[in-house]
Structure formats: structure tokens, C-alpha cells
């Protein structure tokens, strides 16, 4: 992994690794992962402990837009009889296997759709309940019953195997003869045909290489920097206490930041009120699906605000959950809690938690519950003190969330958050390279960025880059709208379109449409959407003169006279509903705009009042 993780560095590709592996001090001072895990106090036991019989797995982001070039300096480096990628077993659900069972079972085409669409349910086994209770489907002579039969049989069952998102399996002897393989659909590249599961109940070492398009905006961002400034942070190596970034956590103004603007976090950040490195670690690990089923959100906001005491069902809880004022929050506390309390081995206690967070038998449940109780009360603690704290141990176990895990994401949350607070320009324009990504689409990246004084620039055919980039104004850097904005325009047009002004700019429409040989509808779309305002006419004016050119692409110039006219401007409206419907947002502009004092006017508040 470290030799992966090199490679990376080397070509300047942003990675870092996550999850358990960030609880390694080993890992941290080889440069995997990002956090020290003395520093913020993580349980190298969640990684690795004496007893465990599996393998730990890294998980590594790369850059988004740069992770192919990672996978293929392994193929390169280890060969490609030694690399292949883990599968995922794809197993049936209720409507695939309806359709595969009932057109083996020769029902018609139309009866097979009928009851596959049916079903409002994945499970087959309920699938096989619902469907003899169906009234919409019609009662032919059909062999339901034998249809629901073998639903109950199939459940479970495989129905094709797919690649991986990112496990890599890296072996010393020839991967044929360790694991069963098949060809990959991509040349010279093999798939094993073992799941993650499999592969680490063999006893194999699987790396996790992940894509993190928010990686990629940062390096971006950081090249901007190294542009547009003399002096450029050490993003890699940030103070953690940087008030400005609290400021923006704390008023919620995190759009474009990672991990902490959704509309869940937003909600919830005024109300935690952040000040440190630890508060974000918590922030990341509770606004997720898991904490807020398991009811974890409102007893820590309550306690965190004073509303509700500090509680621990018994004082040896208080080392393990203090940093959640008594409320399980991390995966890690659940081994805490069970090596204090129960006295349990490192192992065992990543065992229990392993148990409680996965679907085990009521019998293997008990035998850990006894366990767990024994030991406790070995330890003199009250037997039904210790019942107590096994039911809250049980109930939020399968919720938790892996504290390193959080801290690596929550370092990568603190970089976006400086980016924002500091270099706002160089931030937004990475991220509008970078799309889709996040919560929002470019238009909310936009207002946003005109929020914090970064003015936008229109796309130009003078100007632009196929992707967005900085110009410098009255010594403030603004963003220029990239051409790949421009709806309709491929890259090979906007390819085109860089390529052939390299002779000059661009003079005029007529100038444009000899070199460029684009279409007549593309350069109608970049007449409307505003992308040619330096040719130096107004947009109605190069429409009317664009339908008096005749021009073919590739073809000679002609030359036709063409009858002046005088058109009226566009009005606001019009302007920003040509470039909503061309660019999917509106740079100079919000639409709101059009409205506001009329609104203001008849006492409707705007959001930020």
C-alpha cells in the first residue's frame, strides 16, 4: 500500500487512506493516512489485535480523475498474473427473479411484466407471499404456485457476478492458482470470482482503491493557489483550529463542502455550534443514515446544549464515551465499552461488535450476551447494570459509525472548509470542474460563490477554456465559465473551438464560423447563451447575421450580403432565461432577482433574513 500510495504522490495524484487503517500509527507515519491516531485518541484495535483471525483491509481514495492511472501503474508494477479485481455476487431480488423463474416456466411476456412490476418489495421471499394475493393479475391457468415455490427456493441464490468498486487483490504466487478468475470486459485484466467476504475469510490481503472526486477539486484548487498567490498553504498539513473555518460551520455556510452540506448538516451545525477538530469528527459520524435511525442525534444535541444531563449507566463508561457525553457514537466505543466493562480481550471485543452489526443467529447472540454479563459481573459490576448497558450496547452497535473513518473524512471536510473561508475563487472554480459531485448542482455552486464576492464571467469563444479557469479583475480573481457549459457543445467542438483561435482571437461572427466550421444550431446556442459578447455585438444581432451567412463546415467561405437591421436588446428576462436554458444556470444574475422587490415590497422575507 505504501509503495501505491508513493506512486501517487509522485504524479501528483491526491489520496489518502480512510476507515480502520486510520486507527495505525504504522500507516500514519508511512503517509497513508492522514490522521494521528495518538493525537485523537483512535483504537488501533478496530484495525488489528492479537486473536484476529481476518486480514485488515485499506481503503484508499484517489482522485476521481486519476484513480485509472493508479490501478494501471499496479498492473504495471506487479504484473497482470498477479492482479485482479474482487468481485461483488449479485444475488436475485424479487422482480429479476419473477421475470428469469416465470419465463423459464413459459409464462407470457405480458403476464411476466404484469407481476414483475407487481411487486413492491426485494425480498423474493416476500415477493412469493405477495404474489398468489395479487388481484391484479389475472387468474389464468398458470403455474403460480409452483412460481412462488421456487421464489422461496432462489432466495439467496447468485444470479451474476460484477466488479468491485475498488477492491484490488495483489497476490505473491499467480492469482489462478490462489483464487478462481475470468476475463474482465477491459483487455488484460482479470476479475476474481470471490467477494470481499470470501476473499478475507481466505485469509488474503484485498487494498480498497477508491475514487473521491472531492480529492481531485482540491488538488485543483491548490494549483490555483500556487498560480494566483505567492505564498500557498500546506494543505496536507493545516493548524486545526482555524477560526474562520469554525465561522463557517457554525453559521452552516458550507455549501460545496464535503461531508457537511447536506440539508441534514445544515440543519444541524447551528445547532452544535463546532469549535474544534473533535466536534467535526462528530459531526461527520452522526448526520448519517445508521445514527439517525438509531437515535442517537437528539440525546447527543440535547446533552451538547445542557437540555439533558451526562448520563452513564456505570462509572467505567465515562473514559470511553465522555468525547459523546455518554452517547455511543463510534463503532470503537462498542470495543471499549466491552473490554471495561465485560473485560474482554481486544478481540473478542471487535467480535461482539462484528455481532451486534451484523445478522447472526439468536443462539450465537445469546452465548455473547451471557458472555458479556459473566464478565461484568466478574468485574463487579451490578448484573442488571451490565443487562443495561448490553441493550445500549446492542441497540446502537449496528449504527455506529468507525471513528477513524470519520476523522479521515473530517480532515478532508476541514481542507474544503479553508479552501472556502480562504480561497474562495480557487475553490469554487475547482469545484465547477469537477461536477457532478456533492449536493448541488452548478447553479447553487454559483449563487453561492457571487455570496462570497467571486464574481462569474460568461463563457466566451475568445476567452474560455473548455474547462472553468480565474481571471485576474481589479486585482480580485473571478471565474470564466467554461465552454463545457454551453449545452449541446461536445468536447470535440470545444476542442476546436481553443485550437483554431491559437492563430488569433476571433474578429467577428463571420471570422468565427470560417475557422471554426461549427454548425449553425451550436453557434446559435453560443450566440444566445451570451458566449460571444467579445465579437462585439449584442446577442439578437449575431443571431440575424448568423442566418445570413452560407457557410458549410469544412467548406468554402461565401460571401452574402447581408440586409442590416436594427433589433431591440434583450430585457433582463429574456437574458437570463436564454442562459438558464443554454448553461442550466444564470452567471450574472439569479433569477430571484427579477422578483425581489416586488416581494420586499409586500414584506416576504428573504432566506438569509
Known amino acids: 500500500v505504501w509503495d501505491i500510495v508513493r506512486f501517487a504522490g509522485s504524479q501528483r495524484i491526491r489520496c489518502q487512506g480512510r476507515g480502520s487503517a486510520a486507527n495505525s500509527l504504522v500507516a500514519y507515519l508511512l503517509d497513508i493516512t492522514p490522521v494521528d491516531p495518538l493525537r485523537h485518541n483512535l483504537l488501533f484495535e478496530r484495525f488489528l489485535s492479537e486473536g484476529t483471525h481476518t486480514m485488515p483491509d485499506i481503503d484508499v481514495d484517489f482522485a476521481a480523475d486519476r484513480r485509472e492511472e493508479v490501478i494501471q501503474y499496479i498492473y504495471e508494477r506487479y504484473g497482470e498474473e498477479h492482479v485482479g479485481m474482487v468481485c461483488n455476487v449479485v444475488t436475485y431480488r424479487a422482480r429479476s427473479a419473477v421475470r428469469d423463474i416465470a419465463k423459464a416456466l413459459n409464462f407470457p411476456p405480458d403476464i411476466v411484466d404484469q407481476a414483475a412490476k407487481a411487486l413492491d418489495t426485494h425480498s423474493t421471499l416476500q415477493a412469493a407471499e405477495e404474489l398468489p394475493r395479487a388481484k391484479s393479475l389475472p387468474t389464468l391457468t398458470l403455474p403460480w404456485q409452483h412460481l412462488s415455490d421456487l421464489l422461496r427456493e432462489i432466495d439467496g441464490i447468485p444470479r451474476h457476478l460484477s466488479i468491485h468498486v475498488g477492491g484490488m487483490l495483489i497476490t505473491a504466487a499467480h492469482l489462478v492458482e490462489v483464487v478462481p478468475l475470468e476475463r474482465a470486459t477491459m483487455p488484460g485484466r482479470v476479475v476474481v470470482q470471490w467477494d470481499k467476504d470470501s476473499v478475507e475469510d481466505a485469509g488474503l490481503i484485498k487494498i480498497d482503491l477508491l475514487s473521491l472526486r472531492t480529492l481531485g477539486a482540491i488538488e485543483e484548487a491548490h494549483s490555483h493557489i500556487q498560480e494566483q498567490h505567492e505564498i500557498v498553504p500546506d494543505l496536507d498539513h493545516l493548524p486545526l483550529n482555524d477560526p474562520a473555518v469554525y465561522e463557517l460551520l457554525q453559521r452552516a455556510d458550507t455549501v460545496g463542502c464535503f461531508q457537511v452540506e447536506s440539508r441534514a448538516q445544515i440543519q444541524m451545525l447551528p445547532k452544535m455550534q463546532p469549535t474544534c477538530f473533535e466536534d467535526l469528527v462528530i459531526e461527520v459520524a452522526l448526520i448519517r443514515p445508521g445514527p439517525i435511525?438509531?437515535?442517537?442525534?437528539?440525546?447527543?444535541?440535547?446533552?451538547?446544549?445542557?437540555?439533558?444531563?451526562?448520563?452513564?449507566?456505570?462509572?467505567?463508561?465515562?473514559?470511553?464515551?465522555?468525547?459523546?457525553?455518554?452517547?455511543?457514537?463510534?463503532?470503537?466505543?462498542?470495543?471499549?465499552?466491552?473490554?471495561?466493562?465485560?473485560?474482554?480481550?481486544?478481540?473478542?471485543?471487535?467480535?461482539?461488535?462484528?455481532?451486534?452489526?451484523?445478522?447472526?443467529?439468536?443462539?450465537?447472540?445469546?452465548?455473547?450476551?451471557?458472555?458479556?454479563?459473566?464478565?461484568?459481573?466478574?468485574?463487579?459490576?451490578?448484573?442488571?447494570?451490565?443487562?443495561?448497558?448490553?441493550?445500549?450496547?446492542?441497540?446502537?452497535?449496528?449504527?455506529?459509525?468507525?471513528?477513524?473513518?470519520?476523522?479521515?473524512?473530517?480532515?478532508?471536510?476541514?481542507?474544503?472548509?479553508?479552501?472556502?473561508?480562504?480561497?474562495?475563487?480557487?475553490?469554487?472554480?475547482?469545484?465547477?470542474?469537477?461536477?457532478?459531485?456533492?449536493?448541488?448542482?452548478?447553479?447553487?455552486?454559483?449563487?453561492?460563490?457571487?455570496?462570497?464576492?467571486?464574481?462569474?464571467?460568461?463563457?466566451?469563444?475568445?476567452?474560455?477554456?473548455?474547462?472553468?479557469?480565474?481571471?485576474?479583475?481589479?486585482?480580485?480573481?473571478?471565474?470564466?465559465?467554461?465552454?463545457?457549459?454551453?449545452?449541446?457543445?461536445?468536447?470535440?467542438?470545444?476542442?476546436?473551438?481553443?485550437?483554431?483561435?491559437?492563430?488569433?482571437?476571433?474578429?467577428?461572427?463571420?471570422?468565427?464560423?470560417?475557422?471554426?466550421?461549427?454548425?449553425?444550431?451550436?453557434?446559435?446556442?453560443?450566440?444566445?447563451?451570451?458566449?460571444?459578447?467579445?465579437?462585439?455585438?449584442?446577442?439578437?444581432?449575431?443571431?440575424?447575421?448568423?442566418?445570413?451567412?452560407?457557410?458549410?463546415?469544412?467548406?468554402?467561405?461565401?460571401?452574402?450580403?447581408?440586409?442590416?437591421?436594427?433589433?431591440?436588446?434583450?430585457?433582463?428576462?429574456?437574458?437570463?432565461?436564454?442562459?438558464?436554458?443554454?448553461?442550466?444556470?444564470?452567471?450574472?444574475?439569479?433569477?430571484?432577482?427579477?422578483?425581489?422587490?416586488?416581494?420586499?415590497?409586500?414584506?416576504?422575507?428573504?432566506?438569509?433574513?
Open 293 to 609: 435511525q438509531g437515535g442517537m442525534v437528539h440525546p447527543y444535541l440535547r446533552r451538547r446544549q445542557g437540555a439533558e444531563p451526562v448520563y452513564y449507566a456505570h462509572p467505567s463508561l465515562e473514559p470511553a464515551l465522555a468525547e459523546t457525553m455518554g452517547v455511543i457514537v463510534f463503532q470503537e466505543q462498542v470495543i471499549r465499552v466491552a473490554m471495561a466493562i465485560a473485560g474482554f480481550a481486544p478481540a473478542d471485543a471487535d467480535q461482539l461488535r462484528r455481532a451486534m452489526s451484523r445478522s447472526r443467529s439468536q443462539a450465537a447472540m445469546d452465548a455473547l450476551r451471557e458472555r458479556f454479563l459473566m464478565g461484568a459481573v466478574a468485574n463487579g459490576v451490578d448484573r442488571s447494570i451490565a443487562e443495561e448497558i448490553y441493550r445500549q450496547l446492542a441497540g446502537f452497535a449496528g449504527f455506529g459509525f468507525c471513528k477513524s473513518h470519520a476523522a479521515a473524512f473530517a480532515l478532508v471536510a476541514y481542507q474544503t472548509l479553508y479552501l472556502k473561508a480562504h480561497f474562495p475563487a480557487e475553490f469554487f472554480c475547482a469545484l465547477l470542474n469537477h461536477q457532478p459531485m456533492g449536493f448541488y448542482p452548478p447553479g447553487v455552486l454559483i449563487g453561492d460563490a457571487r455570496r462570497h464576492n467571486v464574481p462569474i464571467l460568461q463563457p466566451d469563444v475568445n476567452l474560455s477554456q473548455t474547462a472553468c479557469t480565474l481571471e485576474n479583475i481589479d486585482s480580485s480573481s473571478a471565474i470564466r465559465l467554461g465552454l463545457g457549459y454551453v449545452h449541446g457543445l461536445g468536447e470535440a467542438w470545444q476542442t476546436r473551438i481553443t485550437e483554431r483561435r491559437g492563430d488569433g482571437p476571433f474578429q467577428n461572427l463571420r471570422d468565427f464560423c470560417r475557422r471554426t466550421g461549427l454548425p449553425k444550431p451550436l453557434v446559435e446556442n453560443l450566440s444566445r447563451a451570451g458566449a460571444m459578447q467579445s465579437l462585439g455585438k449584442a446577442r439578437r444581432d449575431l443571431l440575424w447575421e448568423l442566418g445570413g451567412l452560407a457557410y458549410q463546415e469544412e467548406g468554402l467561405d461565401v460571401e452574402m450580403p447581408i440586409e442590416p437591421m436594427t433589433l431591440p436588446d434583450l430585457d433582463r428576462a429574456e437574458r437570463l432565461a436564454w442562459e438558464y436554458e443554454l448553461l442550466g444556470l444564470t452567471p450574472s444574475e439569479h433569477v430571484m432577482t427579477l422578483y425581489r422587490d416586488a416581494l420586499q415590497a409586500r414584506g416576504v422575507l428573504s432566506s438569509r433574513e
